[in-house]
C-alpha cells in the first residue's frame, strides 16, 4: 500500500511508530527550581554524536519533563531493562505536577555526580545530561509541531558493574527494552557482530 500522509492511513491504527521502530526509551528525570521531582518514559529519545556525546528527547506537548530540564538545564538519562518495565511503565502515569514518580513507581532516588537530578538507582546506566538547546520543530508549512525538544550534553555516566563483560556493556544481559508500535516493547536478547566493508576497487 501507499498513502499520502496529509489523507490518512485507512488503517485500524497508525503504522508509523511500528515503522520507526525499535526506539530506545529515555527514561528521563528532572527536578525543578524548587525542587520537584519527575520521572518519565519518552519513546522519542536517541543519541545525536559523540563529538561531544548529545542525546535527545521529545515530549508531545509541554510537559514536566521539558519544563524542569528548561527551569534547571539539568536531566538524566535513565536505561530501561526488561526487569524495570513495570516500574517504567507506572511511572508514565499521568500525574499532577509535583507527584514523586520514583516513589509512585517504587523506585530509589540515587544522587547525580555532576548535575542536581537524581538518578533511577536500579537501572543498569544511566546518563547526566546539562541542556544545550530547547526547540519546536516546524511543518512544512512552518508551524510549529507538538514536539517540545531536549538536547542535553552528556557530562557523566553512570555503569553498574555487573554487567560490564570484558570492558563491553552488555546489553544482553541488561536486555535493555525500545518502544515498538502500538502496545508493544521489545527486549535485547540476541545480538551479532557486523563489521563495516572497506571499499576495494
Not at 9 to 14: E, M, S, T
Not at 46 to 63: I, Q, R
Not at 108 to 129: I, M
Not at 161 to 181: V, Y
Amino acid at each position: 500500500m501507499f498513502y499520502e500522509t496529509a489523507n490518512g492511513h485507512g488503517l485500524p491504527h497508525d503504522p508509523f511508530k511500528a515503522i520507526v521502530a525499535p526506539r530506545p526509551i529515555g527514561w528521563i528525570s528532572s527536578r525543578s527550581h524548587s525542587g520537584a521531582v519527575n520521572l518519565a518514559p519518552y519513546s522519542f529519545f536517541n543519541a545525536l554524536t559523540t563529538s561531544p556525546y548529545l542525546v535527545w528527547f521529545s515530549s508531545e506537548g509541554a510537559k514536566d519533563s521539558v519544563a524542569f530540564a528548561e527551569e534547571t538545564g539539568e536531566f538524566v538519562a535513565n536505561l530501561v531493562s526488561r526487569d524495570l518495565v513495570e516500574q517504567m511503565n507506572k511511572s508514565s502515569v499521568d500525574a499532577p505536577r509535583g507527584v514523586n514518580e520514583f516513589d509512585y513507581a517504587g523506585l530509589t532516588e540515587a544522587p547525580s555526580r555532576l548535575v542536581n537530578v537524581p538518578r533511577v538507582a536500579e537501572a543498569h546506566a544511566a546518563l547526566e545530561c546539562k541542556v544545550t538547546e530547547l526547540f519546536r520543530p516546524r511543518d512544512l508549512q512552518g508551524r510549529p509541531s507538538a514536539a517540545h525538544v531536549v538536547i542535553g550534553q552528556v557530562v557523566g555516566i553512570h555503569i553498574a558493574d555487573d554487567f560490564l563483560e570484558n570492558g563491553l556493556f552488555d546489553i544482553t544481559k541488561a536486555q535493555t527494552t525500545a518502544r515498538l508500535g502500538y502496545m508493544d516493547y521489545a527486549a535485547v536478547t540476541e545480538t551479532f557482530p557486523l563489521r563495516r566493508p572497506r571499499w576495494t576497487d
